[in-house]
């Protein structure tokens, strides 16, 4: 089973061309995987920020500031 969310984070990350930092961000926010998928916007709306964008300013609201590629913490289990 944990292959399968391993997956599930691995199509998320390129479908909606996330970095660690991003996937880390979606973590700590609660989202998961399938959500973020399913939110991608379609080409009729325009209106509608990338995932990429959503996750960052989700993030900043709440908790002040984005993380970045260089302050990420990597936990290798």
Known sequence: MAKTKKNDW?????????????IQMAKELGMRPKSLIKN???PKQQWKAPV?????????????????NKNL?????
Do not use: H, W
């Open 10 to 22: 691995a199509e998320a990350k390129k479908r909606c061309r996330l970095n660690q930092a991003d």
């Open 40 to 42: 991608i916007p379609s």
């Open 52 to 68: 990429k964008y959503r996750i960052r300013d989700l993030y900043e609201k709440k908790f002040g500031s984005v993380l970045d």
């Open 73 to 77: 913490k990597t936990n290798k289990q």
